[in-house]
């Protein structure tokens, strides 16, 4: 699966399977091979275990606290991590706003929110989204306007993920209605428990609660929360997404669910046609991720080696991330057969000590299969990756 690695990150990469398989708390391990729902204290749990070891804030420099890998060492952090059931790292506070306040926040604004961001004992939500604002940001119509040594906040944010979990977020706002639409867009942060703050769950088509719509009623935020000046938002947005790109394909939970649909394949044993149909389905889908390895590999490589970020090639991992991602648990559904037509939410609870029942196991797919679709929506649409892709080539 993983081609070309050299020796010195196989080594690092057997070394981040070590300690994951022998730190990461039972109980939270069991919940990831299971695939149940993580609650806010198990990410936190972990992100304090890795903070210990100096391996949370993965990107961030060794003299801020952070472990100071380059996009390789990352990669085969992610991955490695993922396989071995461990949660994902939570973006908010550590990939997006810390490097954010690294690059632009005042020496006040570091000091104040890095240390709760790498001890994970302040968590933090993204304020981008608005209910008619989500591909074309730019139109986001949620004000602050100054007033003496506060701005006045007024708007609402859609799809606000864990917004219910946050103490803070960082949110952009239109501070100037008259500038073009970009310019107008300033970077704010703000302290959730601020009067005036409503958060209403949003419930998933997986029957449950990640994400939030924010309403923003006159919430006074301090001048001092903004971060890069008034106007500066839109390059701040820009700057935080190129952080993101090496988690962009996220092939280890992939590379997992794989070996999973191996293993129900041969528990569940379909015959004849079927079982043909399916065993040339995982065979393709392998290949399918392989390649998308492969290409990660490669890209990750020529970033780390101070290629540019600004090609088309993340919108390529994004497209081909989520469409391996949703043709493998579509392949894990067929094999369950009609037990994955059914999901319980409930499911994801399963007691301490308990094993899935058959029925079970289907609906924690079917749960898999159901939240898989919002891959291709959030962190730009697909369609909007096709565009990106559209235009890099044919102004080539
Ligand atoms: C589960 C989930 C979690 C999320 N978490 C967060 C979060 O924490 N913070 C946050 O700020 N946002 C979050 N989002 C929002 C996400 O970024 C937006 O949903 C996304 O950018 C799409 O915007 P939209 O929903 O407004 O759809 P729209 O932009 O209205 O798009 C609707 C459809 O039209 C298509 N479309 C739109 N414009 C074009 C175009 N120019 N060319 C071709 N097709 C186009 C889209 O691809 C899509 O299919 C989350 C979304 C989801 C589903």
Known sequence: MLLDESPELAAFRAEVRDFTRANLPADIARKGRLGLELGKDDYVR???????????AAAWPVEAGGAGWDLRKQLVFIQETALNGAPMIIPYGVNMVGPVLQAFGTPEQQARHLPGILNSDVWWCQGYSEPNSGSDLASLKTTAVRDGDHYIVNGTKMWTTEAHWADWMHCLVRTDREAKPQRGISFLLIDMKTPGIDIRPIVTIDGQHHTNQVFLDDVRVPAENLVGGEGGGWSIAKFLLSNERVAIADTGPKMKLLAEIKEMFATVAPTGV????????????????????????????????????????????????????????????????????????????????????????????????????CWSIFGGTNEIQRGLIARAVLAA
């Not at 972990?46 to 949370?56: D, E, I, P, S, V």
């Not at 399918?288 to 490589?301: F, P």
């Open 46 to 56: 972990w992100q304090k275990l890795l903070r210990a070891r100096g391996w949370f």
């Open 274 to 373: 079927t079982g043909t149909m399916l065993r040339q389905k995982i065979a393709d889908a392998e290949i399918q991720l392989t390649t998308l390895c492969a290409l990660e590999q490669e890209y990750v490589k020529i970033w780390a080696g101070g290629g540019s970020k600004e090609g088309p090639q993340a919108s390529v991992l994004k497209i081909r991330g989520t469409e391996i991602l949703q043709m493998l648990s579509e392949i894990a559904l067929e094999i369950e057969g009609p037990l994955g037509a059914a999901h319980d939410p409930a499911d994801l609870h399963l007691g301490e000590g308990a094993n899935p029942s058959p029925a079970q196991r289907a609906s924690l797919m079917a749960h898999h299969y159901l939240y898989g679709r």
